[in-house]
């Protein structure tokens, strides 16, 4: 069967693409740097005990103070991604989250069990035996969320495997016919504790920066995690690139020219980063880091087009303009902008205090 008359015709679009994709890849950013942070000080509060044992506890007491926060910011900021993701490419979202239904349910119930085991790690003293077994699940099961997310992505800009369907309609289609399927999760993966241990060394930093002196070892240590993921993902990444189509990276395109564009930025911004966190310029690294993040985000984008350019493009799309709406829309995200830095300046203030 042909994939492309699987495909559902797309509802108009009342903006220009480009407004859309624009926020797509804004929020999409937003939402990695809340992920990396939530995911990758998890990770580094479960593992690091294993080989620092108790000295390690007072790291691992802010971490669960600030979990269940990062937890919700992923979330929330997930929501409008989500959103700018259906109006530009529900016809393949919706299908690929039919064809992997029973797992994309399920995230909403793996979500809220990692919530509680997050609480429960935060709410009692013992963080190295019961401690130890909630954050560990809290990770996994973010683990295990992640996966399905990379998953939906696969499947979702790869129409040639929906007909996989007509043999197995279940609803769990998982694509491990995608070579990069694995390498891309790594990739994350890496990053994330790449990202969280540079947010460990960008917290104690502020905090010794407003006169605390209790954060010195915590600082060198968030380094050390960033410094050696970032070098491990330094293979999960050329993995993943191998593992790609060649059309992605192929310089007869204007695709191809960017994302080759995109992913050498990202290389010669990461190197400053590792460069400040090893000599303990701590602001820097994170800024580098951060444009890192972006360019991913937007060499992600551009594979996705060239992905979905046997099927789609953007300007495809039916356009039906109606911009009032959008213009609320924008007035409404600047002011949450503001309320939400409000809240965050609040929340640690308190905690200063206490
Ligand atoms: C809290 C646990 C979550 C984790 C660990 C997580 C992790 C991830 C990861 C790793 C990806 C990248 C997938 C890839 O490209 O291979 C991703 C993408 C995405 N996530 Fe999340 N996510 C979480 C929650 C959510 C929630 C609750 C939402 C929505 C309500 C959401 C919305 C999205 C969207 C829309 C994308 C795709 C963005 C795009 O392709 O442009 N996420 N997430």
């Given at each position: 069967m042909d994939a492309l008359s699987l495909i559902p015709v797309p509802d108009a679009i009342p903006v220009h693409w480009f407004w859309l994709h624009l926020l797509l890849t804004l929020t999409t950013f937003l939402h990695f740097v809340a992920m990396n942070i939530m995911l990758g000080t998890g990770f580094i509060a479960f593992s690091?005990?294993?080989?620092?044992?108790?000295?390690?506890m007072p790291l691992n007491a802010h971490i669960a103070r600030t979990l269940p926060y990062s937890i919700a910011f992923t979330i929330n900021l997930g929501v409008a991604p989500l959103l700018f993701l259906q109006v530009l490419y529900g016809q393949f979202l919706y299908t690929s989250s039919i064809l992997m239904a029973v797992y994309w349910l399920s995230i909403v119930g793996l979500l809220i069990i990692t919530y509680y085991a997050a609480y429960v790690y935060r709410l009692?003293?013992?963080?190295g035996g019961m401690g130890r077994l909630y954050i560990g699940a809290a990770v996994l099961l973010l683990f295990v969320v992640s996966f399905l997310f990379s998953n939906n992505v696969s499947i979702m800009q790869m129409?040639?495997?929906?007909?996989r369907y007509f043999s197995d309609?279940?609803?769990?289609?998982?694509?491990?016919?995608?070579?990069a399927l694995i390498p891309r999760y790594l990739h994350f993966i890496a990053s994330a504790v790449a990202i969280g241990g540079l947010a460990i060394a960008l917290y104690f930093e502020i905090r010794k920066r407003r006169?605390?002196?209790?954060g010195e070892a915590w600082i060198k240590l968030g380094c050390k995690w960033f410094t050696v993921a970032t070098i491990i993902n330094f293979g999960f990444g050329f993995w993943f690139l191998g593992a790609?189509?060649?059309?992605?990276?192929?310089?007869?395109?204007l695709g191809g020219k960017i994302f080759f564009i995109l992913v050498v930025g990202s290389v010669v911004t990461i190197i400053p980063s590792m460069v400040s966190a090893q000599t303990g310029r701590i602001i820097p690294a994170a800024a580098w880091a951060l444009v890192t993040v972006l360019l991913m985000t937007l060499a992600r984008d551009i594979l996705r087009l060239t992905y979905l350019k046997p099927y789609f493009s953007l300007a495809e799309l039916p356009y039906v303009p109606q911009y009032s709406p959008f213009i609320v829309f924008l007035l409404a995200f600047v002011g949450a902008g503001f309320l939400v830095g409000w809240m965050l300046k609040t929340v640690w203030n308190t905690k200063e205090v206490a």
């Open positions: 690091s005990p294993f080989w620092r044992s108790s000295e390690i009692i003293d013992d963080r129409p040639e495997v929906w007909t309609r279940t609803g769990w289609l998982l694509n491990f016919s995608d070579p006169g605390a002196t209790d790609l189509p060649a059309a992605a990276y192929n310089a007869a395109t």
